[in-house]
């Protein structure tokens, strides 16, 4: 015979599920009574509630950006209240969490007042839906990543395009309504993903057709063939042979900076003729452009000076015996000093590898230390000159010209940025200056963005707005799905008035 | 949170409670309409609660004995005609949860046409001589109007449900153990339409095939009715005769629902392939 019997120390079967549910991290959604239980990263069945990090969270709060005020205190933190009024001095509500109005004939989602320096002022506040918007993304490199235009993929799908090379950069644009909407379902679903992991400061791996594999980040390093690019080089070739050709004189005959756009030789240079140096006769492959300032010496390419070089001498056509001589030093260094190689002409003229003078090797070093850190910087570019304007007025175009004349200040997410001339409302700002997760986006597909309009109260009557929607900006204080960050200081405060 | 009732522009009634989000649309008399829409509201308050009294019961598979509230006896009488496969009453929740709608709705109400629209799956009503055109959308994520079905009184459809792979947090509302974009059911109601819907959705699939990535449903939700079953994550690349057996799969099993009466008609959609069963009338094909 066997006895079962229940033991009286035994837990309960609702302990252990909720010791467990511990150890997993998992939170129980307490905002209706199906009382999810949420594993970390994941959201309940309304999608409306989430676990991050395990704690609970509304996944769509409105962000309220706070700064200190004239004590140096901040007025909330971490969600904790401090229990005082919100002001214009210390609180900007951002479109971060808003929503949107569509159709947009209705107000926009918050229309916020507050007081500052004793104006009245009025903050539209709504998130855009852009079809029309893009990233213009800034690679700090000299290093080939792909031929101008050449298509941009990511997972297969293209999402944009190389555009035209900046100084010391390359530049890609991302994006736009013709791979968001105009393309194939999969083109515009792989480009909206894109778009918004670098908008929300994520990393993205992308390839180049007839070029390099990428992973860019904005803010970080861009890693370019697996290869992490450690500087922006000081200038072309041509301009580092203009900044240090009086460090070099005297201590070689010859400086040779290899550049993929434009390599520069320094006594054939108007810089070495200015020093007086002897002509040293090493004629330098590719289209001479200008005296000592050579085109297309090379192939572009991962080596030397964006260049596909890795043998520097392969770039010398020919020494001259009537000009050079043996002895001659010569130094051939990249735009960034990360290459360098010392030479010496023997009795043939042939250059022969020989250790380099600390004078010289103290010069290389101060070209790569005038590189900038080499960045990824990514601009988000949308243009709000569509519907979205009749959220804040009855009469849209007003809101342009009002925006045109300075009057009322566009935001993004509280971030300055900066307005095209023309017409409608198309605008870039950097997405480092944004909060974090600042972006969304719908399946139309099309990214949403946080936009605020910040105007004077007189003016915003004066304009035709929804002034029966006009609330304090305390009034938000007792909401439940707020989440307040701290403004950075070095970013102008939206709400100041533009000094005159 | 207790229940939501706000009315939207265009006369839509909007009920939110938890995970419910459901539209309640009427066309006739005003005065009808008007008081059709707040039967439908005062029925809502308590419908959330209710589910939520049974729910270990309602996530336990089929048979079993049938639970008590009015939603949940919707839900397992819709599911019990499936249950010779793995089944929960869950896989009807949605559509009986507009069923119940329509029902208050209408009681003692005369209107030329009702609907209730709880996420994508909807409850219809039509007076004779009434229509509607639905349209039919395959891909939420690059939505376009892959094709329309006319919907006319007497053709027996009181329901159309749609199921698909999309998981919750990748803009899906459930999970499926199938790979199919979309199945669109027409059945004699929402419950049925929606169970009929989550079944050919879960028969259109490759099993054991590698490109396609499954995770257990307990890892995504510890409280999933699908327990550690394996629900499709993601999709990868598939041949066009991989995704045409794919399809075949769930059309086969959906012609086997239509021949024993449980669903009207069917319409599948995967990786731009459609496939209909019994007889929709579309008007026009994407």
Redesign the interface.
Known sequence: MTETRQSTDAPEAEALAHAKDREAGIVTCDACPVLCRIRPGRTGACDRYGNEGGRLKRMDPLVIAARAGRDGVIPFLDAAWDGSALSGATAFVTGIGAGTTYPDYKPAPFIVSSEIDGVEMVTVVTEGIFSYCGLKVKIDTDRFIGPECAPVRAGGEQVGHVTTAEYGSQMLSLGGVRHLTGGGKREGQVTCETLLALANKGAVELSIDGGATLTIQAGAAPIINGAREERMRVGCGSAAIGIFARQFLGHADEVIVVDDHITGVLTEHQAGRFLDMRPAGIRVRGRRSTPGRYFQVANPGTGWGGTDITDPLAIIERIDPKQAWPGLRLLMVSTTGEHAAWYVLDEALVPVPAPMPPAIAAVVERIGENCEPALTSVLFMAGAGGSLRAGVTENPVRLTRSVRAALTRVTSGGAPVMLWPGGGITYMADVLAMPDGSFGHVPTPALVAPIEFTLPLADYAAMGGHMDRVRPVASLQDRSDIRPIVWEDAMPWPLARPAA | ?SALAAML?GGRLHLQ???IDAIVQAWGDAAEVRRAQAQAAAAFGDV??RL?AE?PRLRAPLPAPPPEGPVARRMHAACLPFADCFITPMAAVAGAVADHLLAAALAGRRLERALVNDGGDIAVFLAPGQSFRCGIVA?????CLDAVAMLGAGAGVGGIATSGRLC??Q?G?SFSLGIADAVTVLAADAAAADAAATMIANAVDLPGHPAIERRPAS?????SDLGDRLVTWQVGALTEAESEAALAAGARVAEGFAARGLIRAAILHFRGRRRVVGAVPLLSAA
């Open positions: 949170m522009p409670h938890g995970p959330l609660p939520c729910l891909d939420l994520a690059a939505p919750r947090g803009g509302r890892a995504l939700d510890p409280d």
